[in-house]
């Protein structure tokens, strides 16, 4: 399975970002999808996870504010991200499960004015 990212960007405060990941090659095989994300000095945490039959979790703390989902597209899921702070800056993963644990390469996010 192969996860490509993309959506990362500089935002103000406030401001809504969305993030995309595609997967591709064996993606029969997944489960799940979802998001980490790592900020600067910190260890990578988990965001939230959608599995394939539609069902979104979520970090206690993000619930409301972030939203996980695919379209159209069973094996693309998408992060959208509304009232963005300072400390939603990190750089954000996209994962895969199957029957391993698949990362994409990481998109940058970074919320300043």
């Known amino acids: 399975v192969q996860l490509q990212a993309s959506g990362g960007g500089l935002v103000e405060p406030g401001r809504t970002l969305m993030l995309s990941c595609a997967a591709s090659g064996a993606v029969g095989m997944i489960n799940a999808l979802g998001w980490y994300r790592q900020a600067p000095g910190k260890q990578r945490g988990w965001v939230a996870t959608l599995s394939q039959s539609g069902h979104a979790t979520y970090l206690d703390g993000l619930k409301g504010r972030f939203v996980v989902f695919s379209d159209t597209e069973r094996y693309t899921v998408h992060l959208q991200m509304n009232v963005l702070k300072p400390e939603d800056t990190a750089v954000y993963f996209c994962?895969?499960?199957?029957?391993?644990?698949?990362w994409g390469s990481g998109t940058q996010v970074t919320v300043s004015s």
């Open positions: 994962y895969a499960e199957a029957d391993s644990r698949y």
